[in-house]
């Protein structure tokens, strides 16, 4: 499959996501940008893929990794496989190594069954001991898994036999399963491996994935082989898989352009224009929410909602767009898309410069001018956003922004330790729950600009545990307006789950958060 797919207007969630150096789709929300074409036919058994992502994971622990398409969703897939996927356009649901994920009591309670017979790379089996181990540590806050905010959903688990776990929920959570695909929860790993401690695993992760670690060369190149134990025979198609990283979009562009990369794990929505043009395959997952501005409201200057407000009203996202997207990316005017049964058709902001004028005035006058530091990422995305907010506020009086430059486990540290005063965090997701309440709500550690609202908590447990879409629209439409009148952050573009492949590779195939399928690619020969 090879397409150019529309973006949905999301949103991203933080911590758990992290997909952040992101940029999104072109065209609006009724249309699609170009598409291009791979192969057609049966796929070819054989060959070695040289894959080409922006980062690598810190470790192979499924714990410590990110089920999204920038990190480690491509190489978590291979290792670990998926209990199952979604349909990247109709988000309906399929099962992979799971037969069922199911509730019949409205979400309180779940029975997860395992296919029969499933075995890690090892020989050991894949049963619900082994799930259970995994989604256990997932709920240990002392293992600071990035998507503790959805295991800490579940109070318990309970292995009735080697293929069934039952999984009981805090509070009904109907979109349980929708959120854990999501997540690295979706990938298993060997309970034996993980015992022998972090350095052992890493160098010898053991899955059920269709691949297996040959070796890792940190900050160089992750090799990985076929496993001959891969439940779904023929797949893998490909032999082997080299994985490389770059953070420069320019770089990764022209490394497949000069044929030393067959896939490319990409974020910008320019270069997947500019290879769909070229007649490379691209596929872009269509997702809800956005990439935003994070005011920090426990401090000075953004503790004042004039502040706030001053910053949503001057920043022109058009100009934004152009300056880093070169007018590819989508901007965020709406929480959903209008073809989400969730839309609800009010703008998040609007540009008024005269308007932010005089807030900036006012704050001045009462000796409180906004001057601030906008903390950026080392991708060329984020750094190109912090210099652009910083020219177009530069046009203003009694603004200053300075910028400072760090990785993005330093950013994350700051985000969460609330020792900031702008970054751009994450708010993106196929169903809201949990993603918007990782990002948003009071009590989650997630909540990085620290808003404190009731009635914005209120409207995401309603949103939770809500059944009926009626109910779920009227508790967003309320979150989207406390989030209009607090204005926590500004909400900038949609992200850009992606890839460009070169001509010849087939089974491009995404799920959750842009995660590529490596069990599906295959190259003509």
């Known amino acids: 499959m090879a397409r150019r797919a529309r973006l949905l207007t999301t949103a991203i969630a933080c911590c758990a996501a992290l997909t952040l150096g992101a940029a999104c789709g072109g065209g609006d929300d009724t249309g699609a940008g170009p598409t291009a074409s791979g192969p057609t036919g049966a796929p070819v058994q054989g060959g070695t893929a040289q894959v080409l992502q922006i980062r690598e994971p810190s470790s192979m622990d499924p714990v410590t990794m990110t089920n999204a398409w920038q990190i480690s969703g491509f190489v978590g897939n291979a290792l670990y496989g998926t209990l199952m996927v979604n349909d990247e356009k109709t988000d309906e649901l399929s099962y992979t190594m799971a037969e069922s994920f199911d509730t019949t009591d409205k979400g309180a309670t779940f029975t997860l069954k395992l296919r029969p017979g499933l075995l890690f790379s090892d020989g050991t089996p894949l049963d619900a001991e082994a799930v259970k181990v995994n989604w256990d540590r997932h709920r240990d806050p002392a293992n600071a898994s990035p998507y503790l905010s959805e295991a800490s959903l579940v109070a318990t688990t309970e292995v009735v036999d080697a293929t069934t776990l039952t999984v009981r929920m805090k509070a009904p959570t109907p979109s349980f399963p929708r959120a854990m695909l999501t997540t690295s929860m979706n990938w298993i790993a060997s309970p034996a491996a993980l015992a022998k401690g972090r350095d052992s695993f890493d160098r010898n992760p053991v899955g059920a994935g269709p691949y297996t670690l040959r070796s890792w060369t940190r ?195 700051m985000g969460m330790a609330g020792d900031f005063d702008m970054l751009v965090w994450s708010s993106s997701f196929v169903d809201p729950d949990p993603r918007v309440w990782t990002a948003f709500r009071s009590d989650s550690r997630g909540n990085f600009p620290g808003v404190d609202d009731p009635q914005l908590d209120e409207a995401l447990a309603t949103g939770r545990t809500a059944t009926d879409t009626a109910t779920r629209k009227a508790a967003y439409e309320t979150f989207q307006q406390r989030l209009t009148a607090l204005v926590p952050g500004v909400f900038t573009v949609r992200a850009n789950p992606g890839l460009m492949a070169a001509k010849d590779v087939g089974g491009v195939t995404q799920y959750g958060l842009g995660s590529l399928l490596p069990d599906q690619l295959w190259i003509r020969k």
Not at 342 to 364: G, H, M, S, W
Not at 402 to 412: C, K, L, M
């Open 219 to 413: 900050q160089d190149r992750i090799e990985l082989t076929r496993n001959t134990r891969y439940h779904d025979a023929p797949r893998p198609y490909l032999d082997a898989i080299t994985v490389r990283t770059s953070n420069d979009a320019s770089q990764r562009y022209n490394t497949l352009v000069s044929g030393g990369a067959d896939v490319v794990i990409e974020t910008n929505a320019d270069s997947l224009d500019r290879a769909a043009d070229a007649g490379y395959t691209t596929d872009v997952t269509p997702l809800n929410g956005g990439l935003f501005l994070a005011m920090n409201m426990r401090r000075a200057p953004f503790d004042d909602l004039r502040a706030r407000q001053a910053i949503a009203a001057a920043i022109d996202m058009d100009t934004l767009n152009l300056a880093v997207y070169n007018g590819a990316g989508k901007t965020v005017d709406t929480l959903f898309s209008d073809s989400s049964p969730l839309y609800v058709d009010e703008p998040l902001r609007r540009t008024d410069k005269a308007t932010a004028q005089r807030l900036f005035d006012e704050l001045a006058a009462e000796g409180k001018p906004v001057e601030f530091t906008f903390t950026a990422y080392t991708t060329s995305e984020m750094k190109d956003t912090a210099e652009n907010i910083q020219a177009q506020l530069s046009a203003y009086k009694n603004v200053k922004v300075d910028i400072r430059v760090v990785d993005f486990p330093e950013a994350t540290k």
